[in-house]
């Protein structure tokens, strides 16, 4: 949003401060207003956040994460060289590098998605916009896409820069599933900023660490422990978005990544058999987005009856 | 219920709970166009509660709310032409004014080559024009309510509602917040605010609804509620000549009708007691001049919306 200096010269020296330099007419004073449609004002609201990422350490978090990814790989690789094997298959290499992604992507959502409602009401700054001629739901709407588009350019960063690094010394590489995989990443992170989105709807102060917590721990390890207990169950829990990175990055031809099944898989295997990942790229994309899409509503839901004391 | 055209806000019995608590109960509250009406009570009597309804901040336990005809739960439409000022809302501090009411704007549908413009013009209006590209987030309070007031504007409103405009306040702020609503009142805006400052309904409303425990006391014209106070206490009349009061003066006046007593206060000033009619004062001012003391101030006191509000809030208390 570009100042007015350009477009307006400063007024004269000698006009005093609270008069006004415009007639009536020239100033529109008379003219009349019709709020826009929902879907610009959606966009008002989209532009709006990003512009307030912009202006905050949110957008440097963002980029200073994407950055680290090549210096951590150039730190790794020189000080141990075993923990990211190089592969001939670029694909394998870039999973390796993304080794983080599903422990990031979940922060990402918590941090970014799970304060930006609790902080426009305890800044009281949400008294501004509320009663403009706008629905809540494009409010609450416009500002978690910000959130979501925000995140999901990180992880896209993330996979371009990973993919070109390993393509740099891999001989083969597979496009198609490094699509699929960057698709299978987003839609989890989709399901991962709503559940953060629709969490902080109820929440009077927002909170980075409980939807994190849920997300990497408390909902993996409910699934994995359920699973053991109902023999056959593991059909519907493996497809709990929550594992939507682990599938993205095994999907890469990787094993190793930083996540509750991810770093344990063996010892959870020996002690709780009965859980496996859903091997379904499709199913798993369909319930991240379905989920993701059923809690951004219920988050709605919630929005449109808060009242504001 | 049938909308009535000369009408820009119509409630009609508003009442919200929150749980046990009833913040508002059953309240009826008619606006007309162009009017000045002041929401007057104590801390909790459901002021704000009254506008945060209106202005679709929170939903109605029951009741109605028509804003221009149109059912506030509509409220895209209903709040088209209305700006708000509620509950000392925070502008985004690190965005400038320029760029708040750019935001505010398009929400509102101006056309950008237009919203430079209204920009200007509130700006140059609430003297914050050449703050314009400063962050909000160092601004003051007062500058910030200004922002705020601005970003109301910047649609022409036909209707405005601001809930304690003055409050935290420093004087200065006060006064300037004052001013600017004089300035609204003359441009023939409906304006609704709350406040309990007494002072701001006396100078500023042409009429007012005083509240307590959620529910309407008093409501009405703010002139004809105070002088329709008979019975309800006299006023003092403090009264400055140009010359010395001669010796008989003070005597002879308190024979006139509606006085019940003269005190000297100083050799050019008196104070009256009076308990009558506006005419009966007019009386009074004729006397005074008609014996060439030259009339320099009269002010009342006593007799005033202080005093209508304390045995109206005493009343509510006791009942």
């Not at chain 1, 409602?117 to 501004?128: A, D, G, I």
């Not at chain 2, 009597?45 to 939903?59: H, Q």
């Not at chain 2, 009411?101 to 209204?118: F, N, S």
């Given at each position: 949003?570009?100042?007015?200096?350009?477009?307006?010269a400063?007024?004269?020296?000698?006009?005093?401060?609270?008069?006004?330099?415009?007639?009536?007419?020239?100033?529109?004073?008379?003219?009349?207003?019709?709020?826009?449609?929902?879907?610009?004002?959606?966009?008002?609201?989209?532009?709006?956040?990003?512009?307030?990422?912009?202006?905050?350490?949110?957008?440097?978090?963002?980029?200073?994460?994407?950055?680290?990814?090549?210096?951590?790989?150039?730190?790794?690789?020189?000080?141990?060289?075993?923990?990211?094997?190089?592969?001939?298959?670029?694909?394998?290499?870039?999973?390796?590098?993304?080794?983080?992604?599903?422990?990031?992507?979940?922060?990402?959502?918590s941090?970014?998605?799970g304060?930006?409602?609790?902080?426009?009401?305890?800044?009281?700054?949400?008294?501004?916009?509320?009663?403009?001629?706008?629905?809540?739901?494009?409010?609450?709407?416009?500002?978690?896409?910000?959130?979501?588009?925000?995140?999901?350019a990180?992880?896209?960063?993330?996979?371009?820069?990973?993919?070109?690094?390993s393509?740099?010394?891999?001989?083969?590489?597979?496009?198609?599933?490094?699509?699929?995989?960057?698709?299978?990443?987003?839609?989890?992170?989709f399901?991962?900023?709503?559940?953060?989105?629709m969490?902080?709807?109820?929440?009077?102060?927002?909170?980075?660490?409980?939807?994190?917590?849920?997300?990497?721990?408390?909902?993996?390890?409910?699934?994995?422990?359920?699973?053991?207990?109902?023999?056959?169950?593991?059909?519907?829990?493996?497809?709990?978005?929550?594992?939507?990175?682990?599938?993205?990055?095994?999907?890469?031809?990787?094993?190793t990544?930083?996540?509750?099944?991810?770093?344990?898989?063996?010892?959870?295997?020996?002690?709780?058999?009965?859980?496996?990942?859903?091997?379904?790229?499709?199913?798993?994309?369909?319930?991240?987005?379905?989920?993701?899409?059923?809690?951004?509503?219920?988050?709605?839901?919630?929005?449109?009856?808060?009242?504001?004391? | 219920?049938?909308?009535?055209?000369?009408?820009?806000?119509?409630?009609?019995?508003?009442?919200?709970?929150?749980?046990?608590?009833?913040?508002?109960?059953?309240?009826?509250?008619n606006?007309?166009?162009?009017?000045?009406?002041?929401?007057?009570?104590?801390?909790?009597?459901?002021?704000?509660?009254?506008?945060?309804?209106?202005?679709?901040?929170?939903?109605?336990?029951?009741?109605?709310?028509?804003?221009?005809?149109?059912?506030?739960?509509?409220?895209?439409?209903?709040?088209?032409?209305?700006?708000?000022?509620?509950?000392?809302?925070?502008?985004?501090?690190?965005?400038?004014?320029?760029?708040?009411?750019?935001?505010?704007?398009?929400?509102?549908?101006?056309?950008?080559?237009?919203i430079?413009?209204?920009?200007?013009?509130?700006?140059?209006?609430?003297?914050?024009?050449?703050?314009?590209?400063?962050?909000?987030?160092?601004f003051?309070?007062?500058?910030?309510?200004?922002?705020?007031?601005?970003?109301?504007?910047?649609?022409?409103?036909?209707?405005?509602l601001?809930?304690?405009?003055?409050?935290?306040?420093?004087?200065?702020?006060?006064?300037?917040?004052?001013?600017?609503?004089?300035?609204?009142?003359?441009?023939?805006?409906?304006?609704?605010?709350?406040?309990?400052?007494?002072?701001?309904v006396?100078?500023?409303?042409?009429?007012?609804?005083m509240?307590?425990?959620?529910r309407?006391?008093?409501?009405?014209?703010?002139?004809?509620?105070?002088?329709?106070?008979?019975?309800?206490?006299?006023?003092?009349?403090?009264?400055?000549?140009?010359?010395?009061?001669?010796?008989?003066?003070?005597?002879?006046?308190?024979?006139?009708?509606?006085?019940?007593?003269?005190?000297?206060?100083?050799?050019?000033?008196?104070?009256?007691?009076?308990?009558?009619?506006?005419?009966?004062?007019?009386?009074?001012?004729?006397?005074?001049?008609?014996?060439?003391?030259?009339?320099?101030?009269?002010?009342?006191?006593?007799?005033?919306?202080?005093?209508?509000?304390?045995?109206?809030?005493?009343?509510?208390?006791?009942?």
């Amino acid at each position: 949003m570009r100042p007015f200096r350009k477009a307006h010269a400063d007024p004269s020296p000698d006009l005093y401060d609270g008069e006004r330099s415009m007639a009536a007419a020239d100033a529109m004073r008379d003219r009349e207003y019709s709020p826009p449609s929902s879907i610009s004002q959606l966009r008002v609201c989209f532009v709006n956040q990003l512009a307030l990422y912009s202006k905050q350490r949110t957008v440097w978090t963002a980029v200073a994460l994407v950055a680290a990814i090549p210096l951590l790989y150039a730190v790794l690789n020189a000080l141990a060289p075993s923990l990211i094997q190089a592969s001939d298959v670029a694909n394998i290499h870039a999973g390796r590098i993304l080794a983080a992604l599903p422990i990031a992507s979940m922060f990402m959502a918590s941090a970014v998605c799970g304060s930006m409602l609790p902080q426009e009401y305890n800044e009281r700054t949400v008294y501004m916009t509320l009663p403009l001629p706008v629905s809540r739901k494009v409010f609450y709407l416009g500002k978690f896409l910000a959130g979501f588009a925000l995140c999901a350019a990180t992880v896209c960063a993330a996979y371009g820069i990973s993919i070109a690094i390993s393509s740099a010394c891999a001989a083969h590489s597979y496009t198609a599933q490094m699509l699929e995989s960057l698709a299978m990443a987003l839609s989890g992170l989709f399901s991962f900023c709503a559940f953060a989105y629709m969490l902080s709807t109820r929440m009077t102060r927002g909170s980075s660490i409980a939807p994190l917590v849920a997300l990497a721990a408390a909902i993996p390890a409910a699934c994995i422990i359920l699973a053991h207990a109902v023999p056959g169950s593991t059909c519907v829990l493996g497809y709990a978005p929550v594992f939507a990175p682990d599938l993205a990055l095994s999907m890469m031809g990787d094993s190793t990544h930083m996540s509750l099944w991810g770093l344990f898989e063996y010892p959870i295997r020996n002690s709780l058999p009965g859980f496996e990942v859903g091997p379904s790229a499709t199913v798993m994309s369909a319930a991240s987005l379905g989920l993701g899409a059923l809690m951004l509503w219920a988050g709605g839901r919630a929005n449109d009856r808060r009242d504001m004391r | 219920m049938e909308p009535d055209e000369d009408l820009a806000i119509c409630v009609s019995g508003l009442t919200k709970r929150y749980g046990d608590f009833t913040a508002v109960d059953g309240l009826d509250l008619n606006v007309r166009r162009r009017e000045f009406v002041g929401l007057l009570g104590p801390n909790g009597a459901g002021k704000s509660t009254t506008l945060k309804a209106i202005s679709g901040l929170l939903t109605p336990t029951s009741g109605t709310i028509l804003i221009n005809g149109i059912d506030s739960r509509d409220h895209k439409n209903a709040m088209t032409r209305v700006g708000c000022v509620i509950e000392t809302p925070m502008p985004y501090p690190s965005y400038t004014p320029a760029e708040m009411l750019t935001y505010a704007g398009k929400m509102h549908g101006i056309p950008k080559d237009e919203i430079r413009v209204r920009a200007r013009d509130v700006l140059e209006e609430l003297r914050m024009w050449s703050w314009r590209d400063k962050k909000i987030g160092g601004f003051s309070k007062g500058m910030r309510q200004r922002v705020t007031i601005a970003a109301s504007l910047i649609h022409n409103p036909e209707i405005v509602l601001l809930d304690e405009p003055t409050s935290g306040l420093d004087p200065r702020g006060m006064i300037e917040v004052r001013q600017i609503l004089k300035g609204l009142k003359s441009s023939g805006l409906t304006l609704v605010i709350s406040t309990h400052m007494l002072k701001e309904v006396s100078e500023l409303c042409t009429s007012m609804t005083m509240m307590n425990h959620g529910r309407e006391v008093v409501s009405g014209n703010v002139a004809d509620l105070v002088h329709g106070m008979s019975g309800k206490g006299t006023v003092a009349l403090d009264t400055r000549v140009a010359k010395d009061v001669p010796p008989g003066f003070l005597k002879d006046l308190a024979t006139l009708p509606g006085v019940a007593g003269v005190e000297s206060t100083g050799p050019r000033s008196f104070k009256t007691t009076f308990s009558g009619s506006d005419e009966q004062q007019s009386a009074i001012v004729d006397f005074i001049q008609s014996h060439g003391l030259m009339l320099l101030s009269m002010s009342e006191s006593g007799k005033d919306l202080e005093s209508l509000y304390m045995s109206l809030t005493d009343e509510e208390a006791g009942a």
